[in-house]
């Protein structure tokens, strides 16, 4: 799958995940509360791991987590 075809996938929910870019520096998580912008210059409200929300912009060094659904249980 293309990151083109990923980006438009993106759902409010997914999560994002941020590399380190220094050694031990730990990788950021956020969940995608809103999609901005257009296909080819998406962006994103994040609400990150440690409370605080921004808007962010996917690179290159980012993974998008796409939020499953929960199997019902058969009766």
Do not use: C
């Not at 990788?27 to 440690?50: A, C, K, N």
């Amino acid at each position: 799958m293309s990151s083109e075809t990923a980006r438009k996938q993106t759902k409010p929910g997914d999560v994002v995940v941020v590399a380190g870019h220094h050694v031990g520096e730990s990788e950021r998580i956020g969940e995608i509360l809103e999609l901005l912008g257009d296909p080819e210059h998406q962006r994103y409200r994040v609400r990150w791991d440690e409370g605080h929300e921004s808007i962010f912009y996917p690179s290159s060094d980012a993974v998008i987590r796409h939020k499953t659904r929960a199997r019902k249980e058969k009766r």
